[in-house]
C-alpha cells in the first residue's frame, strides 16, 4: 500500500513535555510537509521537506523542529508544549513545487492539558 | 502575499441537487494552480479535483467540476447530484510553487 502514514494516532501529555511524531511516505514523493489543523479547522503549513532538505519554515515557534533522515521520512519534534499546540498535526507529501496534488496522513491529534 | 478565502462557512443541500462552493484567491504569480480537497468526518483529506492557470477549459472529474473565473480571481466547486456522502469539508488550495495555501473550508451538509 502505498500512502502517507502517521504515528500516533493520539497523544495526551502535559504542558511542558517533549513530544514526537513520526511521518513516512511511500509514494516516492520528494517533498513533505507538516500541517497544523487548530479546532476550527484552519491548515497552516508548518514546513516543507524537499529531499531533506528544509524549504519551508512558516513563522513556527522555536520548540517546533522537523527531522529528516531520507526523502521519505519527516518527523516532528515539540519541546516543552503548550496549551495552544493542541491540535491535529497533518503530514503531507507531493513532488516538488506544491503544484501537483498533495497527498495527506490521517493526522496525529496533539492535547496538551 | 497570496490568499485563499472561502467567505461560506456551510452550506446546507437537499440529497441529488447541485452546489457549488466559491472560492477567491490572490496571487501575483502569472501562472499558478487550484485544487480542491475534501476532508471527511474521520479527518482524512483527499484530493478531488485540479484547475492549471494556464487553461481556459474549466476541469472536470466525476460529479465535481470547477468554475474557474480567472478575471474575478474564483474558483468555485460545483458538485452535481449530491449524496449524502459528499458531506464533508471542503477546502480550496492555491500552489506557492513551495506548497499549497489552504482556505478556511466549507462545511457541506447533505440532506435526504
Known amino acids: 500500500e502505498t500512502a502517507v502514514f502517521q504515528t500516533p494516532n493520539y497523544h495526551v501529555t502535559q504542558v511542558g513535555n517533549e513530544v514526537s511524531f513520526n511521518c513516512k511516505q511511500t509514494?516516492?514523493?520528494?517533498?513533505m510537509y507538516w500541517y497544523k489543523q487548530d479546532s476550527k479547522k484552519l491548515l497552516k503549513i508548518m514546513f516543507s521537506?524537499?529531499?531533506?532538505?528544509?524549504?519551508v519554515n512558516e513563522t513556527v515557534p522555536r520548540r517546533f523542529s522537523p527531522q529528516s533522515s531520507d526523502k521519505a521520512h519527516l518527523n516532528l519534534r515539540i519541546k516543552s508544549v503548550e496549551p495552544e499546540d493542541s491540535a491535529v498535526y497533518l503530514c503531507?507529501?507531493?513532488?516538488?513545487?506544491?503544484?501537483?496534488?498533495?497527498?495527506f496522513g490521517k493526522g496525529t491529534r496533539l492535547t496538551v492539558v | 502575499a497570496q490568499k485563499v478565502t472561502q467567505t461560506q462557512t456551510s452550506i446546507s443541500v437537499v440529497e441529488k441537487t447541485t452546489v457549488t462552493m466559491d472560492c477567491v484567491y490572490e496571487?501575483?504569480?502569472?501562472?499558478?494552480?487550484l485544487f480542491w480537497y475534501k476532508q471527511t468526518a474521520s479527518g482524512e483529506i483527499v484530493f478531488l479535483i485540479r484547475?492549471?492557470?494556464?487553461?481556459?477549459e474549466n476541469a472536470t472529474v466525476g460529479h465535481y467540476s470547477l468554475n474557474f473565473q480567472k478575471p474575478k480571481s474564483s474558483i468555485g466547486l460545483i458538485i452535481t447530484a449530491t449524496q449524502i456522502e459528499d458531506s464533508a469539508v471542503y477546502f480550496c488550495?492555491?500552489?506557492?510553487?513551495?506548497?499549497?495555501?489552504f482556505g478556511t473550508g466549507t462545511k457541506l451538509q447533505v440532506v435526504p
Open positions: 503531507a507529501s507531493s513532488w516538488a513545487g506544491g503544484d501537483t496534488e498533495v497527498f
Open positions: 509514494l516516492g514523493h520528494d517533498t
Open positions: 521537506y524537499n529531499n531533506k532538505q528544509l524549504i
Open positions: 496571487t501575483r504569480d502569472s501562472s499558478y494552480f
Open positions: 484547475q492549471d492557470s494556464y487553461k481556459k
Open positions: 488550495a492555491m500552489s506557492s510553487g513551495t506548497y499549497q495555501r
